[in-house]
């Protein structure tokens, strides 16, 4: 276990709070482990780990995958060659160093066309890079898509996020069933999210899923965001942070 990069990432419905918990995640890590290396990845096209964790990105991993398919379209096919192995390095454009942190955005996925040589080629490249790190968050976009298309094929530790709703536990519950059919991981958990009842929260459950902690619906994280601050700006003493420390806690990352 011990020079293997604990791989992180979390799953759920729409809008139940994957994307601040995943900010958090990263928070947690660079405060915990100033001496490892952590690299944030926002695989969400609608890019919003980068907001959260207050990150300007200028260059995202398509950016870089349509300059190569634009040769290939061009019929430049020894240039795209060339391009394909110099993607390997021009990766490292594409991240950016933040404090304690490196982050990348994977940006638009593929818009038409079938790219299958290329795709599998960034994949590859993206599963070097996180050969390069200790610690990886992944945060993906809503829904069961990206563990269906096996975008997150290795992932160490699988976060299932939901809000108190039926419908969330619902989603997490179908998520977990793809997730065992077509991916591999080692550790599995979930987080409930934007609790209002807290007297409530022995009537949840998902199958087979322990919950690793309840959030509560928290104004002061809500402001914050008003404010346009970043998840690194939070009060240390933060509801979410807690919260989001206890679930680490249990699943052994922290
Ligand atoms: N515990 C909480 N208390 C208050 N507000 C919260 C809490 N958790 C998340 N939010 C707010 O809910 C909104 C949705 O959160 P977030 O973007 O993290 O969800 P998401 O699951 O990533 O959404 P999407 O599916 O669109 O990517 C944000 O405005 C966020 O600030
Ligand atoms: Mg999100």
């Not at 200028?58 to 290939?72: A, Q």
């Amino acid at each position: 276990m011990e020079n293997k990069a604990r791989i992180i990432t979390v799953a759920g419905k729409g809008g139940v709070g994957k994307t601040s918990i995943c900010a958090s995640i990263v928070r947690l890590l660079v405060e915990r482990y100033p001496d490892k290396k952590i690299l944030a990845i926002d695989a969400d096209p609608a890019v919003g780990l980068s907001v959260a964790l207050g990150v300007d990105v200028k260059l995202t991993l398509d950016d870089i995958r349509m300059s190569i398919v634009d040769s290939v379209e061009n019929g430049e096919t020894s240039a795209a060659l060339e391009l394909l192995s110099e993607a390997r390095f021009r990766i490292f454009d594409a991240l950016v160093e933040m404090p304690g942190f490196a982050f990348l955005a994977i940006g638009r996925p593929e818009s038409s066309g079938c790219y299958c040589k290329v795709n599998s080629y960034l994949k590859e490249v993206i599963g070097l890079l996180a050969n390069s790190f200790d610690y990886v968050v992944i945060d993906g976009e809503a829904g069961i898509e990206q563990i269906q298309r096996r975008v997150m094929e290795k992932v160490t530790h699988l976060l299932l996020i939901t809000d108190q709703s039926k419908k969330g536990t619902q989603v997490v519950t179908t998520i977990k069933q793809v997730a065992d059919e077509l991916i591999r991981y080692d550790r599995i958990g979930a987080i409930v999210n934007r609790v209002t009842n807290p007297e409530m929260e022995d009537l949840i459950s998902i199958p087979d899923v322990e919950i690793l902690s309840f959030i509560p619906a928290d104004s002061a994280f809500a402001a914050n965001e008003i404010k346009g601050r970043s998840v690194l700006e939070l009060p240390e003493d933060s509801a979410m942070l807690k919260g989001v420390e206890k679930a680490l806690r249990k699943i052994e990352i922290l």
